[in-house]
């Protein structure tokens, strides 16, 4: 007897596959795309590198970048195990916003090492996405590919949990009438993800941010050994407040998570502010079962797709790229994020706008171009875009 698996089925030989724009019907077409007549575009691009935006794959190609070191839920599981999930992002790159993304798993954990593979890979490539590479290991890599490359480089896992984490609290304290500058907003797991909420919540104009780990409440009285502790401890908690999660959010607006199953318990919201928000975001269980908070919060959002509000980092990637690859920018700048979160919270209408719907879903087809538009403007203002200035109207929130 055999038995067969529909998702194992739907994976068999990948994914992915690569086809030619141009068919080779003729020996006239062998030569234009080949020898000889190649030649003449290899010494274009000689004379003018810039020109390789235009007149190779560069212009339209992101490199899908993992060691393998935190994939999904699963922990570090390795390469070999990590390519079905980076052609899953790859495939989601093309359906959605039509970039062309390959999937790069490296057999090797060093810093150095992979640092040095994506700095010799990048001719190829219009931008670099990092996925599932472990925290803290992950805020070195992709702070040295940024200073060596000229092209975007960009941590999904934490700049795209961000991005859409933002939207939907712009949207969630518009249903619960608050402001994000009167907001008092408490992150529990400082790891990749959480140390750049903690950054773009600074950017929003966030007033009081107080960061939270198995330590309890980091504090600037402490030093920790972990880098992405030790800055959030520097940049958050102005109050001073110690103690554990429950203390953090004594009085606290919003409560995001990014941490582990179990950790938030309904008497911990029932001690926040009026109205509060809660963002359960750890997969596949997340911090607290929404059904939990019936009564209790006002707006609650995880991870998952079986609950209304699932914060999803396909709201964000595709678009950010597409932009990013539209105007040709040599990295991709907290303004742009902020305007990317800015746009997809914009996607959702005031009509539309509940407790239960404060991010659009996965399948709206505005999310990609609202998000293009707005992060294309945005380069232009922040002087990292290469292309002549064709902003477009972006929606604003």
Known sequence: MNVSDQTLLLHLGGKLEVTPKIKIRTRDDLSRV???????????IHEDPASAFSLTIKRNTVAVVSDGTAVLGLGNIGPAAAMPVMEGKAMLFKELAGVDAFPICLDTQDPDAIVEIVRALAPGFGGINLEDISSPRCFEIERRLQELLDIPVFHDDQHGTAVVLIAALMNAAKCVGKKL?????VVCGIGAAGMAIVKMLHSAGVPVVIAVDREGILSGAKTYDNIAWQWCAEHTNPEGIEGGLAD??????????????????????RGMAADPIV?????????IRPELLEGIAAVVGTGRSDYPNQINNVLCFPGIFRG???????????????????AIAAVVTEQQLNPEYIVPSVFNA????????????AAYADRVARRVDKREPADEI
């Open 279 to 287: 963002f359960a975001m750890a997969n596949p269980e997340p911090e």
């Open 324 to 342: 990013a690859l539209d105007c040709r920018a040599s990295r991709i700048t907290e303004g742009m994020k902020l305007a990317a979160a800015r």
């Open 248 to 269: 953090a959010l004594r009085g606290a607006d919003a409560f995001i998570g990014v941490s582990g199953p179990g950790v938030l318990k309904p008497e911990f919201v």
């Open 34 to 44: 080949y020898t000889p007549g190649v030649a003449k575009v290899c010494m274009a």
């Open 366 to 377: 505005d999310v990609v171009e609202s998000v293009r538009r707005a992060v294309v403007n």
């Open 181 to 185: 500058g009167d907001m008092r907003v």
